[in-house]
């Protein structure tokens, strides 16, 4: 018994170790208290015995467990009138359930034992080799059914134990069921400026209450001028407009103008094909700028009587004012002709070259406009 106790003690030392060791996974320390049948091999020549045993270990997780166990045994011989027969016998063995602890479930069992018999003072080792049901009683017991095979290691004798008993499991009841039980909390994703757009997703996360938001969280720019519609006062600009922080169109002021000269032959007021393109400039530029409008003046050499001069003047001016109002549609109220007569030469009236250039009409048309950039 002494060598038991201090068996006892050691075991104990040990599996307090262990479980601390495990800590995040252990169900805690047990004691067992059982009772086993021992079948002894026939040539031990020993009567087979019913005892009490005693076991302490560790559940090191839900699935595997450490342990020992001590029996005494008080049979006798077989034969008639055969002497007592004391027999100590110690094992220790690891066990594997199939499922976790608190459940009910199958393992097997593997370990090493040794006996000590009296009187002869005979020790043999032996494996130990078995398997159980072990039926769960609640969080902290639960009772076991299982039988042991006891193969001598030295001798090659094999014992047969039948045992059933009873577990005590002393582990924090309240941490092992925070450990099955606990489910982690589902928590609804943030929307802090309530824009319908996640906080993960928002790349706007203070967007301004009641607005319209694109799928990151940002305010829409429908015009895309990057001005966003709440600040915008000009929704429609143009793709790749200039615009102010109010989002319309930056605009500039500008002037504008075009010029005409139309030349003419010596006595005529006919207009030359050669002046088709130069006319139809003026009256595109007209068409672009709808507010103007022209004075178009005529002019003449110096032959002839200035009398004379002022009518074909008068005459060749009206010719460009009809060419634009007939074929390029310009409207007539915005046109007027003025023949100069001889008054306004522009080279010298003594050359044939000078004479040509003042026979001519002309026009300057200029405005001011505001251009968007």
């Known amino acids: 018994m002494k060598k038991f106790i201090a068996f006892a003690s050691i075991m104990t030392a040990s599996l307090s170790f262990t479980a601390q060791a495990f800590d995040d996974e252990v169900t805690g320390p047990y004691f ?26 560790t559940q090191i997780t839900n699935n595997w467990s450490f342990g020992a166990e001590y029996t005494r045994l008080q049979t006798e011989r077989s034969w008639t009138g ?30 090493v034992g040794n006996y000590t018999e009296a009187p002869e003072t005979n020790h043999g080792l032996a494996t130990r080799l078995g398997a159980g049901y072990d039926f769960s009683l ?50 609804k994703p943030q929307d802090s400026d309530n824009d319908g757009v996640i906080n993960i997703n928002d790349q706007c996360p203070n967007t301004a209450a009641n607005v319209e938001v694109d799928s990151i969280g940002c305010e829409l720019d429908s015009d895309q001028d990057g001005v966003v519609n709440s600040h915008d006062q000009c929704l429609q ?32 007021n006919a207009i030359s094909g050669e002046y088709n393109d130069e006319i139809n400039k003026v009256a595109e530029f007209m068409r672009q700028y709808p507010d103007t409008n022209v004075t178009i003046e005529g002019h003449t050499d110096s032959r ?33 002709a003025i ?9 010298d009236n003594d050359t044939a070259e000078g004479r040509k250039a003042n026979r001519r009409v002309q026009a300057e048309i200029k405005t001011t406009v505001s251009k968007p950039q």
């Open 32 to 57: 067992s208290l059982g009772a086993n049948h021992f079948i002894f091999d026939g040539a031990r020549l020993l009567n087979d015995d019913t005892d009490l045993f005693i076991g302490l270990g």
């Open 82 to 111: 055969g002497s007592d027969f004391d027999t100590h016998f110690y094992s220790i063995s690891s066990s594997y359930r199939f499922k976790p602890r608190n459940q009910n479930s199958f393992f097997w069992k593997l370990g």
């Open 138 to 187: 609640g969080e902290k017991t639960s009772f076991t059914i299982g039988a042991d095979a006891l193969s001598g290691i030295n001798k090659g004798r094999l014992d047969w134990v039948p045992y059933v008993s009873l577990n005590y499991f002393f582990g924090d009841v309240s941490k092992r069921t925070a450990t099955v039980v606990q489910q982690p909390v589902a928590t």
């Open 237 to 268: 600009t143009p793709a790749g407009a200039k615009v102010d922080a109010n989002g319309c169109r930056v605009i500039l002021t500008e002037d504008v103008s075009i010029k005409l000269n139309v030349q003419f032959a010596n006595n005529s």
């Open 304 to 336: 002839g009587s200035a009398k004379y001069n002022q009518q074909l003047s008068q005459k060749r001016a009206e010719a460009v004012m009809n060419y634009l109002v007939n074929n390029l549609s310009v409207s007539a109220d915005r046109i007027s």
């Open 339 to 347: 023949g100069k007569g001889e008054e306004s030469p522009i080279a």
